[in-house]
């Protein structure tokens, strides 16, 4: 059949036509699925597709694996949060192993958390309490019939595998305050339903695996399966839990022995118990009754006390002439310096302090770091020569010349101050090199008395998740900069891991080097520092790189009830950071 020409025409418009119209609409389809895909930038800073709602997990295969370590938590717009995290918008994606140290974090409250889900099923009327790190590992006491043998150790090894090897997922559900209260208190965690009474906030965060729950307290890895490798370890009256090596987090690491440290922190456990202040909770609810002023008072007290034995066993020693003090950031060294000299001076000693910022070397001579900086940390950028030469002098009862070391232009000036000691004079000196012998070769070990200080927070949140000690010099550390610094908290974060990185370098070897370790922390300090700390932290905008542990602090600041620093005497430590100290600095 001939279709005659005219019709042809029409049929062509037709089909053109419903040509058009598909094409018209496959556009608004590809349109809309755009629409539907989010744009994610990840490591390499190569951009992909992610379907709205979907976890940001999907893109993880995207990144190469560095080695054998998966990637178990991302920074996402300088937030560190899990891989189930589902984005609502356009971002910016850093996924995360062990190396790194928000990696590391997030490998240890996993694997904490199923420590403590092994022992649940184990040994259901046991109580587990965290206490410290040791090395790179945490303390605990295992309170059961039976002390802690390599036995239990290995009972509680194997079903800690058997979760492992079961390779679950952490759940999390978001309840509001009063729920979340209601199921703690049921499942037989009071502790962590005191914490929430006094948490000023309206939904709380759940995490659970199996039958036990806790609090979301950060990021956690993607399931069990992630957390292969780890030991435990018999330590004193309970035992250490072991995370991977840091340089080779294929094996778990050896446990390092600091019977010195230990003890010290097995110290501050013991006041814990004269307070009955343990946990923040526990805090939270002496602030609530009004008791804190006879708190803060038996706590600076047990301070004093602790002050006055260094001194006493300072004096009983009669050849010791020289005292040294060292300890990381934010310690409290100056102070502690200054409440020994009136407890030695109570003892009949006549101390006077030798600085060591004087004996630094001119620029020209400063040794240069890895980046080719000045490294004023190290012991090398000390005149060691002059500096021992001047304390023999000293100690043989002749006068020196001690110079003064002008920081702006990086020498030494002309002028110099005489020193000449008696023999009921003792020589403080403080410095972060003061553990270290090579600081004082010249000097017999008999003269020197060495002193580790360092702020060793004994208070836990609850009894499986404890405040990092580096957290507390940190918010010390932010505070005093704010103060008497003019420093932003986004200045002292960013600054931090170099700090850290010289303490690793120049302070933690010889900490057990030390004759005593006083710890300068104090059980109340963080509900002080709260309303000091909180405005400071909060002005870190998400853009920054310091959002991440701006937040890390918040978190753990949201949980004490503020105190009004007023609380705190002219004489604490703690007076170092927050203003108002009756010495002079």
């Known amino acids: 059949m001939t279709i005659p020409p005219h019709m042809m025409r029409g049929l062509f418009f037709l089909k053109h ?23 994610i930038v990840i490591n390499d800073g190569s951009s992909h597709k992610l379907p709205h709602g979907r976890p940001i997990s999907d893109l993880v295969d995207k990144v190469p694996i560095e080695g054998d370590l998966p990637f178990i938590c991302a920074r996402v717009q300088n937030d560190i949060l899990s891989l189930d995290f589902v984005p609502e918008m356009d971002c910016k994606v850093e996924f995360l192993n062990y190396h790194s140290p928000h990696g590391k974090e997030c490998y240890r409250r996993s694997l904490t958390f199923v420590l403590a889900r092994a ?79 006094n948490l000023n906030t309206d939904k709380v965060g759940i995490v659970s695996c199996w039958k036990y729950i806790d609090l979301d307290f950060g990021p956690m890895v993607p399931s069990t399966g992630y957390l292969k490798v ?31 440290i230990f003890q010290a922190y097995r110290e501050s456990k013991n006041w814990g118990k004269i307070l009955e202040v343990n946990n923040v909770g526990r805090l939270n609810e002496i602030i609530k009754d009004k008791t804190v002023s006879d708190f803060i008072k038996t706590a600076e007290a047990l301070h004093s006390k602790k002050i006055q034995e260094i001194a006493d066993e300072i004096s009983r020693r009669n050849l010791c002439r020289i005292v040294l003090i060292a300890g990381p950031s934010s310690s409290g060294k100056t102070t502690f310096s200054k409440r020994l000299c009136t407890h030695l001076k109570v003892n009949g000693l006549r101390p006077v302090t030798l600085s060591l910022d004087n004996y630094f070397l001119d620029r020209a001579h400063t040794p240069r770091d ?79 008395f060495k002193i580790y200080i360092s702020a060793l927070t004994q208070l836990v949140i609850d009894d499986y998740n404890r405040i990092a000690t580096t957290d507390t010099r940190l918010i010390r550390r932010t505070v005093r900069d704010s103060k008497y610094r003019g420093y932003s908290a986004e200045d002292t974060i960013n600054r931090w ?30 509900a002080i520092l709260r309303p000091l700390a909180e405005p400071l932290f909060l002005d870190i905008q998400p853009e920054s790189p310091a959002y991440s542990m701006a937040r890390k602090i918040l978190k753990t600041l949201s949980f004490f009830s503020p105190l009004d620093p007023k609380e705190v005497p002219p004489t604490s430590i703690l007076r170092e950071f927050i203003g108002g100290s009756s010495f002079q600095y």
Request: hydrophobic residues 35%; aromatic residues 10%.
């Open 230 to 260: 780890f030991d435990l370890k018999q330590y004193a009256q309970g035992f250490v839990l072991l995370f991977p090596d840091t340089d080779n987090p294929s094996v778990p690491s050896e446990i390092r022995r600091q019977p010195k």
């Open 370 to 448: 890895e980046n080719g900086d000045y490294d004023f940390e190290s012991i090398y950028a000390l005149d060691l020569e002059l500096f021992n030469e001047h304390l023999k002098a000293l100690l043989d009862g002749h006068t020196v010349q001690i110079p003064e070391f002008d920081f702006h232009t990086g020498h030494r000036k002309t002028e110099t101050d005489p020193l000449r000691i008696n023999e009921d004079q003792i020589i403080i000196i403080e410095g972060i090199h003061g553990l270290n012998d090579e600081l004082t070769s010249s000097i017999p070990s008999s003269c020197k």
């Open 497 to 526: 891991g170099s700090v850290r990185r010289g303490e690793e370098r120049n302070i933690f070897p010889f900490q057990e080097c030390a004759d005593m370790v006083f710890n300068s922390a104090v059980p109340y300090e963080w």
């Open 119 to 197: 022992i649940m099923e184990l040994y259901r009327n046991a109580r587990l309490s965290i206490d410290h790190s040791i090395g790179n590992g945490f303390y605990y006491d295992l309170f059961t019939d039976v002390p802690v043998s390599e036995k239990i150790l290995g009972y509680i090894k194997t079903k800690m595998h058997e979760i492992i090897e079961k390779n679950e997922g952490f759940g999390k559900k978001t309840m509001t305050r009063p729920e979340a209260i209601a199921l703690l208190n049921r499942e037989g965690y009071p502790e962590k339903a005191r914490l929430l009474k």
């Open 17 to 39: 036509n419903e040509v058009k119209m598909n094409e018209q609409e496959r556009r608004i389809e590809e349109t809309n699925d755009e629409k539907e895909m989010l744009n």
